[in-house]
């Protein structure tokens, strides 16, 4: 049976050992593929002269579609 080296092992030389550790692997792999999310518990919302109203998703994807392209370009025409 013929032993292949791995991509990260040092092909020649004396210094023959792994870039990583098993241990370290499994680190980054949790690090990578976990939940990252942070949430914000204490947001700050800047005041102005007016009350700041948080859009709900309902108006934001209204807004969205009203703002498209496609929107315009059809409006543009029956206009």
Avoid: H
Wanted: proline share 5%; with cysteine; charged share 25%.
């Amino acid at each position: 049976m013929t032993e292949t080296i791995p991509s990260n092992q040092v092909e020649n030389g004396a210094d023959n050992r792994w870039l990583f550790t098993a241990q370290e692997i499994d680190q980054i792999a949790k690090y990578l593929v976990c939940n990252q999310r942070r949430y914000r518990e204490n947001m700050i919302i800047p005041r102005s002269f007016a009350p700041t109203v948080i859009k709900s998703n309902e108006e934001k994807r209204v807004e969205a579609i009203f703002e498209s392209c496609p929107f315009k370009a059809v409006l543009s025409l029956l206009a």
